[in-house]
């Protein structure tokens, strides 16, 4: 079998000479919808709670918490919704009333859930077989009906720590369903960029493939990113915990390689659920035991003489139940690089995130996009994204808060160009 990143994932970048782009950012209000903002925190130890689904019940309405636990939920009054809910793993689900939520830095306490380890004993299976089990039954716990979804996508590069370049967009994903060999779709619908230069002085990285590459992650669509059915022998099993995601115990089972292939394999938890062993969330890595051997993964084109290393990588997938059936709910890419120009003296470390939440779903009406209106997956995002922006931006669109030191950037980025 071949690895997806030999094929349709690579998650390449390009460095190239280095050029100067920017943009201001603005945002206008609009009382059509309600803002309820806040951070949720732990109720015992009030640590920040990152990473957690906030979403309106009985709607498709939702964001995530930033990595600082801070969230924006934007709600159509329309709606006339009376409560919103947070939920995280390892927590009690909990609803919160809107109107008693309004208000700047609002803190929403969560509880632990905390399950006995006589859990463990539930389902007398060996973890392989439990993994092996989840995979069998993707056509039956996810959507076998095509979706049309809203995502907020974004994407930022850091040298050290300064952001060179930060990308963001609404945008619209014809999510082929889970029993179809169709690949999901990508139109850009408005978005927003800013680079900075002035650190930027030797190289430049740029991201290719933006949301498509992210999706592709989606391992209940594209179980071969990870392991599929004939490749499980790849890979050691363990059964470490039994957690509480949205109010159900789920199996963590970790994975670790256990043969050497040409290509980098991975190691990571799935967290699958007791009663009908869905996927519900996937934290992993690559196996960077060769670095070299991951490189060739990632870079598509570099100058001549430069290392370009990968040192660490982060995948997180969730998924969220909706009815009796489970849709993709957040994706976070996080990798890092070192950078070693040997016959320039130049030597640097380089972040780059990209993130997307699904904020909105239908299955009214689900079309497939034309190939002028696609975003393809050798396009560069924040090339791109100068052709989609919007001075009304965001409107009443959900997104991804940013982290404070991203706000921050945003605000230097901002200002240096308007100079």
């Given at each position: 079998?071949?690895?997806?990143?030999?094929?349709?994932?690579?998650?390449?970048?390009?460095?190239?000479?280095?050029?100067?782009?920017?943009?201001?950012?603005?945002?206008?209000?609009?009382?059509?919808?309600?803002?309820?903002?806040?951070?949720?925190?732990?109720?015992?130890?009030h640590q920040k709670i990152v990473f957690a689904s906030v979403s309106v019940p009985g709607t498709d309405i939702g964001t995530v918490?930033?990595?600082?636990?801070?969230?924006?939920?934007?709600?159509?009054?329309?709606?006339?919704?009376?409560?919103?809910?947070?939920?995280?793993?390892?927590?009690?689900?909990?609803?919160?009333?809107?109107?008693?939520?309004?208000?700047?830095?609002?803190?929403?306490?969560?509880?632990?859930?905390?399950?006995?380890?006589?859990?463990?004993?539930?389902?007398?299976?060996?973890?392989?077989?439990?993994?092996?089990?989840?995979?069998?039954?993707?056509?039956?716990?996810?959507?076998?009906?095509?979706?049309?979804?809203?995502?907020?996508?974004?994407?930022?590069?850091?040298?050290?720590?300064?952001?060179?370049?930060?990308?963001?967009?609404?945008?619209?994903?014809?999510?082929?369903?889970?029993?179809?060999?169709?690949?999901?779709?990508?139109?850009?619908?408005?978005?927003?960029?800013?680079?900075?230069?002035?650190?930027?002085?030797?190289?430049?990285?740029?991201?290719?493939?933006?949301?498509?590459?992210?999706?592709?992650?989606?391992?209940?669509?594209?179980?071969?990113?990870?392991?599929?059915?004939?490749?499980?022998?790849?890979?050691?099993?363990?059964?470490?915990?039994?957690?509480?995601?949205?109010?159900?115990?789920?199996?963590?089972?970790?994975?670790?390689?256990?043969?050497?292939?040409?290509?980098?394999?991975?190691?990571?938890?799935?967290?699958?659920?007791?009663?009908?062993?869905?996927?519900?969330?996937?934290?992993?890595?690559?196996?960077?035991?060769?670095?070299?051997?991951?490189?060739?993964?990632?870079?598509?084109?570099?100058?001549?003489?430069?290392?370009?290393?990968?040192?660490?990588?982060?995948?997180?997938?969730?998924?969220?139940?909706?009815?009796?059936?489970?849709?993709?709910?957040?994706?976070?890419?996080?990798?890092?690089?070192?950078?070693?120009?040997?016959?320039?003296?130049?030597?640097?470390?380089?972040?780059?995130?990209?993130?997307?939440?699904?904020?909105?779903?239908?299955?009214?009406?689900?079309?497939?996009?034309?190939?002028?209106?696609?975003?393809?997956?050798?396009?560069?995002?924040?090339?791109?994204?100068?052709?989609?922006?919007?001075?009304?931006?965001?409107?009443?669109?959900?997104?991804?808060?940013?982290?404070?030191?991203?706000?921050?950037?945003?605000?230097?980025?901002?200002?240096?160009?308007?100079?």
């Amino acid at each position: 079998m071949k690895p997806v990143f030999n094929n349709v994932m690579r998650f390449g970048m390009t460095i190239v000479l280095l050029a100067c782009f920017g943009i201001s950012f603005g945002q206008v209000a609009d009382d059509s919808y309600i803002t309820i903002t806040g951070v949720a925190k732990d109720a015992n130890t009030h640590q920040k709670i990152v990473f957690a689904s906030v979403s309106v019940p009985g709607t498709d309405i939702g964001t995530v918490t930033n990595s600082e636990g801070e969230f924006t939920l934007k709600v159509k009054k329309s709606l006339k919704a009376e409560f919103f809910e947070i939920t995280h793993l390892g927590y009690i689900n909990k609803k919160f009333e809107i109107n008693g939520s309004l208000g700047n830095d609002r803190v929403f306490n969560l509880e632990q859930h905390i399950y006995p380890l006589k859990e463990l004993t539930v389902r007398p299976k060996e973890p392989r077989d439990i993994v092996k089990m989840a995979l069998m039954n993707i056509k039956l716990n996810y959507s076998a009906k095509p979706n049309m979804m809203t995502g907020f996508y974004r994407e930022s590069i850091k040298q050290g720590r300064e952001y060179l370049s930060i990308s963001e967009a609404v945008v619209d994903i014809s999510k082929a369903s889970y029993t179809s060999l169709q690949n999901d779709q990508v139109k850009i619908f408005k978005g927003r960029k800013g680079g900075n230069v002035r650190k930027a002085d030797t190289l430049m990285v740029k991201l290719q493939g933006g949301p498509n590459v992210a999706l592709l992650l989606d391992i209940a669509k594209y179980s071969d990113l990870i392991m599929s059915l004939d490749s499980l022998d790849n890979y050691s099993y363990e059964m470490t915990s039994v957690v509480n995601i949205d109010d159900k115990p789920n199996y963590v089972i970790s994975f670790t390689p256990n043969v050497v292939k040409s290509y980098p394999l991975y190691y990571g938890k799935l967290y699958i659920t007791q009663d009908n062993l869905a996927i519900t969330m996937a934290e992993f890595s690559i196996d960077l035991s060769n670095p070299e051997k991951a490189a060739r993964q990632f870079v598509r084109m570099k100058p001549s003489g430069l290392v370009f290393l990968p040192t660490s990588t982060s995948y997180l997938v969730t998924y969220k139940q909706q009815g009796t059936k489970d849709y993709l709910n957040y994706i976070r890419i996080e990798l890092k690089f070192k950078c070693d120009w040997k016959r320039r003296w130049f030597k640097n470390n380089y972040t780059i995130v990209s993130e997307i939440a699904i904020t909105d779903r239908h299955e009214d009406n689900v079309v497939r996009f034309t190939n002028q209106e696609l975003f393809k997956s050798h396009m560069v995002f924040a090339d791109k994204i100068q052709a989609f922006q919007d001075g009304d931006f965001w409107g009443d669109y959900n997104i991804i808060e940013p982290e404070e030191s991203i706000q921050y950037a945003i605000k230097k980025i901002s200002k240096t160009m308007k100079k």
